[in-house]
């Protein structure tokens, strides 16, 4: 049974930085795409950048394009999301998704992921 592990949100000013980090562990095989989706209170759970495996290309929300950036460190099988000029609006639970299988769902869409990460809290606030 495969697991994710995320780190790193916290609190931050708007403007900040922060990084959150995903440990994959425990699959016998590569996932085919990872994500970040987000969640926050009143709200449906969101695509905000994910990354194909099978090719290194990425995908942002509208909301997050140019201040987020996804990445995979393939050898410590972790994927990054660097989070720039923060805003109060990006306050929510982030969570780690995992494909594991091919699907045809778009790489933003929840439905795409099988696995996911408990969450860990990011607030923006002055």
């Known amino acids: 049974q495969g697991h994710l592990e995320e780190s790193g949100g916290g609190s931050v000013q708007p403007g900040g930085s922060l990084r959150l980090s995903c440990a994959a562990s425990?699959?016998?095989?590569?996932?085919?795409?990872m994500a970040w989706f987000r969640q926050a209170p009143g709200k449906e759970r969101e695509g905000v950048a994910a990354?194909?495996?099978?090719?290194?290309?990425?995908y942002y929300a509208d909301a997050v394009k140019g201040r987020f950036t996804i990445s995979r460190d393939s050898s410590k099988s972790t994927v990054s999301l660097q989070m720039t000029r923060l805003r109060p609006e990006d306050t929510a639970i982030y969570y780690c998704?995992?494909?594991?299988?091919?699907?045809?769902?778009?790489?933003?869409?929840?439905?795409?992921?099988?696995?996911w990460g408990q969450g860990t809290q990011v607030t923006v606030s002055s």
């Open positions: 998704a995992a494909a594991l299988r091919t699907n045809y769902f778009s790489l933003l869409s929840r439905h795409k992921y099988s696995d």
């Open positions: 425990g699959w016998p095989y590569t996932p085919t795409a």
């Open positions: 990354i194909d495996i099978t090719n290194g290309n990425t």
